[in-house]
């Protein structure tokens, strides 16, 4: 078998067995709750519908961290691991939906829009939409909960006091963290310093993404594996400017991809109000009227076709896309660099190297 | 010393040992937040002012539950078992209130009418109360990890795979699906069949306080000690219709409360739409009309007062006070019984029956 496809039947087979794991242990919860009432199905049914889809980026980075660090294939604490990081990435995005009131997720209904449909299918009494929210609320916090349980489940490695432990506090610290600098920068940016605005959009994407994404769940495979503090250093050197370019590459998306490929319609992350790198760029570089231009229009739910299409004309004419295309280039050769220097084996690192590749040169 | 005295001088030290240990874990919280931005210390600023306050009823049952089966006072481990109670009822109010739309919480404003004040007194841009809602999410969601965070802390008695960890995870599943069972009958409960209202609103209480506020809490505190099964089973015979009394008592004071006692507007219970037993046996002994006006008024936030006092008119006359009443007096006798029977030392016992006459006996 070459490296290739080694690498290849290694993660095919991961990823089947965190999605075994996440059954049996969402229809274990399903029965619990079946004990509570028949009504609460729904939780458990969302979050199981949510867990299918997805690329599982941050369960393959703690699979290849921990096999970079000696760590065996198709080792079951691994499996319950990726569940777990999987669970709280579902739970992330049950409340991000709330948040950014994104109708949409992974192709169906957001799980907030999926409960408000059943109450307007079943002609409930009051508002559909509140009713959506609140019950979307509750189910994030199943599946927190839910991803806790299962992180616990690994036993030893992960109990208290451990490397692997410490990690998934701060990770999830971090992430809410970062995510809350995220809304305080939409609604605090307009306000704030100019010349901050590329800073403040770094650190958001540092804590809400790049920290979350990457260096957390492979330095978590490391840590479960017993990597010593000099490969979980390298590992950072390696996932922390992958993560932070995966993350701009998602935003450059998110203004100039095409809706058809990426799943989303053009220009949501300009009506959402999110203050990315990008937009900090152009915020810096345009000239003060269109500065001005776009503090008043960024976070406008009604923004029509052609206000967007000024907004991404600005962005483009002031050299914000140029900087950012440039900061994206920068941060991937920094990856790569350090991935060069990695002491793996051929078949993590061949794993990581197309894992990082995937990242960065992505189109949705 | 006195028994009583005894029950005072230890309760005292126990909730002086948890506020010291909440302020402990959060400040080394606030430091690690302190790392990402300075802009986050509302965050933790808000769990702190919130774990603050609050009568500790379930830390104080978890230390009980403890005492009861020969934990030895003052044990480190129960105090932090009592910040984790502590900290996910926090994390459970924070959401609470976001769903209820409360703006106040123990006198003070709720923890997203504080962030949209926030928002509002920096002269932020886009919507304060979309914001501060944001926020509180986010805010519920660190905390609940907090929670689990401070409960892992515990260590070796609350490891993978105990029955105090077992304990904790169904207690935040079961309470999350009482929740939603209650938002559910609120929305669903007037299309539902009428004859079923009291036992839905039977197992909403059961579920979402009951279970959680009592049973759970001085199970674990027992299970934590290595309390035998049938220990722990006599514990729930005492505690399951006690929590039930005490969650009937305050769904009465939700509607005839003094506000100045309570603490909460007149009515407000009616204006969120809680279809508790309350309601529900005024539903089912109404007059069609007036089960059909209360259906048409529950869950309207324009509630005046005039109309208020119509649905507790109704709730008088239809028997339905009277009918609670007598079932608070039936689960109350029930629950004492139950604390005779219980095999535990003068000083748990004199402790267990204290908290219980305050629970069902109080005013606010």
Not at 8 to 33: H, R, W
Not at 101 to 117: A, C, E, I, L
Not at 322 to 342: D, V
């Amino acid at each position: 078998m070459t490296v290739s496809s080694q690498v290849s039947s290694e993660q095919a087979e991961f990823v089947s067995a965190v999605a075994g794991k996440l059954n049996g242990f969402l229809s274990g919860q399903q029965d619990l709750m079946a004990g509570v009432s028949a009504d609460v199905a729904p939780l458990i049914g969302s979050i199981s519908q949510l867990v299918t889809g997805g690329k599982r980026l941050r369960a393959l980075l703690c699979y290849w961290g921990w096999r970079g660090a000696g760590g065996g294939a198709g080792d079951p604490d691994i499996v319950t691991a990726g569940c777990a990081l999987e669970l709280f990435q579902a739970a992330a995005l049950i409340h991000d939906d709330i948040i950014d009131r994104s109708d949409t997720r992974r192709g169906g209904p957001s799980v907030h829009k999926r409960f408000s449909q059943l109450h307007e299918a079943q002609g409930w009494a009051l508002d559909s939409g509140r009713f959506g929210d609140a019950a979307a609320i509750l189910t994030g916090d199943l599946c927190l909960s839910f991803s806790e349980e299962s992180f616990t489940g690994i036993g030893p490695r992960a109990a208290s006091g451990t490397p692997a432990r410490s990690i998934f506090n701060v990770m999830r610290a971090e992430v809410m963290a970062g995510q809350y600098l995220d809304i305080l920068e939409e609604v605090a940016g307009p306000v704030r310093d100019r010349a901050g605005s590329v800073d403040r959009a770094k650190s958001i994407i540092r804590y809400k993404s790049a920290k979350y994404s990457t260096e957390h769940p492979l330095a978590l495979g490391g840590a479960l594996a017993g990597a010593p503090a000099e490969l979980l250093r390298a590992y950072s050197e390696f996932s922390l400017p992958l993560g932070e370019a995966f993350q701009m590459r998602d935003d450059v998306l998110g203004v100039f991809g095409d809706p058809e490929t990426t799943g989303k319609p053009a220009g949501d992350d300009l009506r959402e109000g999110k203050r990315t790198v990008l937009v900090g760029f152009a915020i810096n570089q345009a000239s003060p009227a269109e500065a001005d231009y776009l503090d008043r229009t960024l976070g406008n739910p009604g923004l029509g076709a052609e206000e967007v299409e000024a907004i991404r004309r600005i962005i483009v004419q002031s050299g914000a896309l140029e900087a950012t295309e440039a900061l994206i280039a920068e941060l991937s050769s920094q990856a790569f660099a350090a991935l060069e220097r990695l002491p793996l084996q051929e078949v993590p690192l061949t794993a990581l190297s197309r894992l990082a590749e995937a990242a960065v040169s992505r189109a949705a």
